[in-house]
């Protein structure tokens, strides 16, 4: 069984920084893309950053300029580092992977989520 387990969320002032964690738990063979999305209440899960295995990212435009991901494929670990973050930056931040398993003789390839980390940015 894959879990994502993440870290690092919190109660930052604005114009201060914030780093993510998220790792998956579990046995896995690739992962394929990783990234953090955001949502808020009566909202929709809204795409903050994705990095693919081939090492493109993409970003939303709010966040251009002032987030960064990043990944450490020895760690399976993908790292969100929020700086001068803002307080229309508060949500909660979900970790997200596309991770091929093996499934008997097969390879399963399925999307996981993290739990979720509340981030919320004070003035």
């Known amino acids: 069984q894959v879990h994502l387990v993440e870290s690092g969320g919190g109660l930052v002032q604005a114009g201060g920084s914030l780093r993510l964690s998220c790792a998956p738990s579990?046995?896995?063979?690739?992962?394929?893309?990783m990234g953090w999305y955001h949502q808020t209440p009566g909202e929709l899960r809204e795409l903050v950053a994705v990095d693919s295995s081939d090492g493109i990212t993409n970003y939303a435009d709010s966040v251009k300029g002032r987030f960064t991901i990043s990944r450490d494929n020895a760690k399976n670990t993908v790292y969100l580092q929020m700086n001068n973050v803002k307080p229309g930056d508060t949500a909660v931040y979900y970790c997200?992977?596309?991770?091929?398993?093996?499934?008997?003789?097969?390879?399963?390839?399925?999307?996981?989520w993290g739990q979720g980390t509340q981030v919320t940015v004070f003035s």
């Open positions: 997200y992977a596309r991770i091929s398993t093996r499934a008997g003789l097969s390879v399963r390839v399925r999307d996981y």
């Open positions: 579990g046995s896995i063979l690739r992962i394929n893309e």
